[in-house]
């Protein structure tokens, strides 16, 4: 484990592989092979239903796979409950406590009966200052915006401290201005942690802000993985093409 200039811990990346995982609810089948590279960001796209959050799931252990592995650092984790994994997750809905302040939200990234030490407090207000919160510690949820909830959410993200984040399309509800801003700030806290993020979205612009991985999931599998960069300049497959509107020529950024 590092130290990042904030005064906040970073911790090593690892990589996340999903070997012949098989999972099915109703009609809906699923099966996923792919290895996303440790300490990288990927933008996990494709069409609705194709099994992207699923696929999140499984890696937190929301879902339990019919058959295959999970790892994660090369250590099978198919069996262990998501409080055990080297994982955090963020939701659209960024599942905070409506009756809890701010920092008291931050603190359960530390301990869920939030008896914190002098060392977990000093984590919570270092997190907070990292997102831009400070001074809004004692604050109710519903007194905040919405970029500031997601902000309270990334902060608890930071003293959990997991070298796996994973994000399932967490600023879609955003303004354009505010979901770059929010891009960026993620962005900023991956460039002093280097955690391994796995980044749902249906937004190209998104992708190619912060992307620089693609896992394009099509039909419940994974079609296809590669750079951002070769993505977007039409190296891609023609199943992703046609997904983002790509006409012709790269795609705007």
């Excluded at 604050?139 to 994973?166: C, H, K, N, T, Y």
Aim: hydrophobic share 40%.
């Amino acid at each position: 484990m590092t130290t990042a200039n904030n005064g906040i811990a970073a911790t090593k990346a690892l990589a996340v592989t999903l070997d012949g995982v098989s999972f099915s609810y109703g009609e809906a089948s699923f099966r996923f092979d792919v290895e996303f590279a440790a300490g990288r960001i990927t933008a996990i796209m494709g069409p609705s239903g194709s099994g992207k959050s699923t696929l999140l799931n499984l890696v937190a252990g929301f879902e339990s796979p019919g058959a295959g592995k999970v790892l994660i650092g090369g250590i099978d984790v198919g069996n262990a409950p998501p409080s055990a994994r080297p994982v955090s997750m963020v939701f659209q809905e960024n599942n905070l406590f409506a009756h809890l302040s701010v920092e008291d939200n931050v603190g359960l990234g530390r301990s869920p009966s939030l008896k914190l030490t002098a060392d977990d407090q000093h984590a919570v207000a270092k997190a907070l200052g990292r997102v831009g919160l400070a001074g809004k510690e004692k604050r109710l949820p519903r007194e905040l915006s919405g970029g500031e909830r997601q902000r309270v959410a990334l902060a608890r993200v930071l003293i959990r401290d997991r070298p796996v984040l994973l994000l399932d399309e967490p600023f879609a509800s955003l303004g354009p201005a505010l979901r770059e801003d929010m891009l960026d700030l993620m962005a900023g806290i991956h460039t002093e942690r280097r955690m391994t993020v796995l980044f749902v979205t249906h937004q190209p612009q998104d992708a190619r802000r912060i992307g620089q991985q693609i896992a394009f999931v099509d039909e419940g599998r994974v079609a296809a993985t590669g750079s951002a960069a070769d993505f977007f300049d039409r190296a891609g497959p023609d199943a992703f093409r046609r997904y983002i509107g790509d006409r012709g020529g790269s795609v705007a950024g």
